[in-house]
């Protein structure tokens, strides 16, 4: 379902996600990127489940195919001698696809981050504010994001990237 698009931008909500957040104690961490192959700083590691490093010690894991109940068990499973937190986020956070001739601009007009792909590579991954709302920003490829933020923003963020692209495209077009 494509929630929103112009010529320059298309913006589609990813629905039927599993969203696992894991925490893991300091202790416990070199045991848990190994056994989970949980990703490094900054990157995107995996397919399905795929493991998106978002702090010192915390991932969320996704799957479009396992559901969170099994992604938890396969953290019980792996983490027996860790101390960890494993928690479904799926109706937390709301995932959007943006991408098109402009969703650089786009989002890089709300945040701070260098969404350059020199300097954001696909797979890289990280938490920064779009628009003023916290939000996870990976890099699927050249000109195609996806965006996490907290379902409560949803509304708001989608008005936000449609705004936004309007300007832009406005501007592009003189």
Known sequence: MVDHRNSELAVERLDDLAIVSLRVSHGGLVEAIDQLQLAHSGVVSGSDPQSLWIGPGRWLLMSRSATSGAIISSC???????????????????????????????????TGVDLRPEQFPTDSCCRTRIAQIGVIVVAVSEGRYKIYADRSYEVYLKNWLAETSGILSLKCRR
């Open 76 to 110: 019980e499973q792996a983490l027996t001698n860790c101390v960890y937190n494993a928690v479904d986020y799926s109706s937390a956070l709301a995932a959007f696809c943006v991408s098109g001739e402009i969703a650089e601009q786009v989002l890089a007009s709300g």
